[in-house]
């Protein structure tokens, strides 16, 4: 992966010097950061105990969260050191679910740009908008209009917190360089009326623009983008109608929509898990979704896939499947005209029949399976789990919705109304839950987190890696096997379904592994000396490119000792200073 050698070594956004107390004093010189820092040389362990003892006295989640953004502007290695190191602490205050706080808050939080607003009031000017990004060479872009974040709503460019939260992710846990991520949002409008009237709100404040105006605007961004860093990866996030753009765009540029894509393959994972788990076969099984939108179709198509490769037809394969809206069941005779993406799945087998709830819908199927896809904080009630624990031994429930407020269940309450039965995923973090069963049994249950930052980044690098053209359907099927194949025999002990999160650098390596080879099958790779390596030569491959923000001082060191033994001057030793503070290199 490229990356930007000495003085223009800048971390994320606006153009920063690398002020790590962690390098010694050459590289401060090299960096022209000399003077600017306190002058001793520290060891990530102390800096680790500053940082962790000024997070501790952070008394609230926002607080948290701006102290760790400021730490990533002024230290972005030493962020990146701690996140990778405290992953399971960090990632809820830099990730879901506290970004859906920060991002209700941005503009009152707001105190330092880390990406890039391009508007509608831009357009025809994108390129140049564009050009001002100070990072010579992104590789990947995750691109919101703030239109549905998490299952906040409309949040205008108050959503920028998510990109930059998914692009940081990306930096954890697959290693692509700060510097290499572009987060972008879209100022497109707003049908956020309260934001428009908030004179602290700093987007602009029409009403959201047309589907066409959006789409004239979109042709503009994307070849504005690639004409600027050809081949760069983009992922859209959180658009409320995200279908038509991916549509359009899937097949000319390298590009995949998280929610329907990343989404529906990371819950393939958990529940190609949770299936085996279970006892029963894919033919026994009913899945009723609550939420038609992006992510409960793209899921809900997802398993279709994998129920195929069981051995069921696509037709019996769908036929497994009930999503439920705003309007109840969605049938084909129901009398509205249904959304495009729903069409799929509309059920014709309803008999003129239609059920408006979603305990109606329960009681006609009974289902095996509970998927929460709909914002609706707490609707799976414990009436509903105690009847998916009487018709299911192991009752899959699944409540993924976001922030932890719009989960359609929590973890005690599945565990509680289900005898701890219950297979379950959540797409944000909730804690273990000890639990004594009705047959006295006591013991410790962990939740999975059904979120798509299992798979995401390891798209993103695989798909950069490989330099593919294009995002195959085929790449984002493997990233979910991956997932499901990645667990551990001690965490299968331990009733996961997914990895634990500590280990997600590893398991982005065989996630990224597997989008490769996909590629590869797809014929849409262009590294094409990586198909004669073997799977663990690929991996080793892989590892090697992956940015490790505790190997930065040394990848420094030896950068700049190249640079001076190309000059012709010996190298430091032993830490001391071949540069006078001031001299040019
Ligand atoms: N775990 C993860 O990794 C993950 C990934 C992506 C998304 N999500 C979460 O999933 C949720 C939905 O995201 P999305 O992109 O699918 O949003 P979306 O496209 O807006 O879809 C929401 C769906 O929920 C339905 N719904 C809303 N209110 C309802 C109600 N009162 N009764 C019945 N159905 C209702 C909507 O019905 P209509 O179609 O009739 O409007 C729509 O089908 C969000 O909370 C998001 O955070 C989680
Ligand atoms: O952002 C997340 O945590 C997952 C997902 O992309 C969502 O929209 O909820
Ligand atoms: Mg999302």
């Keep these: 992966m490229a990356r930007i050698p000495g003085q223009q070594n800048r971390t994320i956004g606006t153009a920063s010097p690398n002020f790590d107390t962690a390098n010694p004093a050459y590289i401060r010189k090299y960096l022209r950061t000399y003077g600017l820092t306190p002058p001793r040389r520290e060891t990530y362990e102390v800096q680790k105990t500053r940082c962790l003892q000024q997070l501790a006295l952070k008394t609230t989640d926002i607080d948290k969260f701006l102290y760790l953004s400021t730490l990533r502007k002024n230290n972005v290695h030493l962020f990146y050191r701690l996140v990778t190191d405290h992953l399971k602490e960090l990632t809820p205050l830099i990730y879901t679910p506290v970004v859906g706080e920060a991002c209700q808050r941005w503009s009152e939080i707001y105190q330092q740009p880390e990406g890039m607003y391009l508007s509608w009031e831009d357009r025809g000017n994108l390129a140049a908008v564009i050009a001002n990004w100070p990072q010579p060479n992104v590789e990947i872009t995750c691109i919101t209009d703030g239109s549905r974040i998490l299952g906040l709503g409309d949040l205008g460019i108050n959503g920028m917190g998510i990109p930059i939260g998914k692009l940081a992710l990306y930096t954890a846990c697959a290693g692509i360089r700060p510097e290499a991520t572009l987060p972008l949002t879209l100022d497109l409008g707003t049908g956020n009326k309260a934001f428009r009237e908030d004179p602290l709100y700093m987007g602009s404040r029409h009403d959201k623009i047309s589907p066409e105006e959006e789409r004239e605007f979109m042709d503009e961004l994307m070849t504005a983008l690639t004409e600027r860093w050809p081949g760069i990866v983009i992922q859209f996030e959180d658009f409320k109608n995200p279908f ?134 707490g609707v799976f009630t414990p009436q509903i789990l105690n009847k998916m624990a009487e018709w ?20 005690e309450s599945a565990i509680t109304h289900t005898d701890g039965r219950a297979l379950f995923a959540s797409g944000s973090p909730f804690q273990p839950f000890l639990f004594t069963n009705s047959a006295g049994e006591t013991r410790t249950y962990y939740p999975g987190q059904g979120n798509n930052m299992y798979v995401f980044p390891g798209i993103g690098l695989g798909t950069i890696l490989s330099k593919a053209v294009e995002v195959t359907d085929a790449m984002i099927y493997a990233s979910g096997e991956a997932v499901a194949e990645a667990l551990t025999p001690e965490e299968i002990e331990l009733g996961y379904l997914y990895p634990d999160i500590t280990r997600i650098r590893n398991v982005s390596v065989v996630v990224a592994r597997k989008v490769i080879r996909a590629a590869q099958k797809d014929k849409v790779d262009r590294e094409n000396a990586l198909s004669n390596l073997d799977d663990a030569a690929l991996d080793a491959w892989i590892r090697a490119r992956m940015y490790d923000p505790h190997a930065e001082v040394r990848s420094l060191e030896r950068e700049v000792g190249a640079l001076l033994s190309s000059l012709g001057t010996p ?12 001299s040019r290199l």
């Design 244 to 377: 038509p753009a991916l549509e359009r765009y899937r097949h000319t540029y390298t590009c995949f929509n998280d929610d329907i894509q990343g989404t529906g393959a990371v819950i393939l994972g958990g529940v190609i898990n949770a299936v085996k788990r279970s006892g029963l076969p894919c033919k026994d099984h009913r899945a009723v979704f609550l939420g038609a939108g992006s992510a409960g179709v793209g899921v809900a198509k997802q398993i279709v896939q994998f129920f195929m490769r069981e051995g069921m037809t696509e037709n019996e394969a769908r036929a497994c499947f009930y999503l439920v809206d705003t309007k109840g069941l969605v049938t084909a005779d129901r009398g509205d005209k249904l959304a495009d993406h729903k069409i799929y799945f509309a059920r014709t087998d309803n008999n003129g029949q239609q059920f408006k709830t979603l305990e109606e819908v329960i009681e006609h199927v009974h289902p095996t399976m509970l998927m929460g896809l709909s914002t609706l904080g």
């Design 392 to 411: 299911n031994t192991h009752p899959i429930i699944f409540p993924l919705s976001n922030p932890s407020s719009k989960s359609e269940c929590d973890f």
């Design 571 to 582: 190298s430091p030793v032993n830490g001391q200073s071949y540069f006078e503070p001031h």
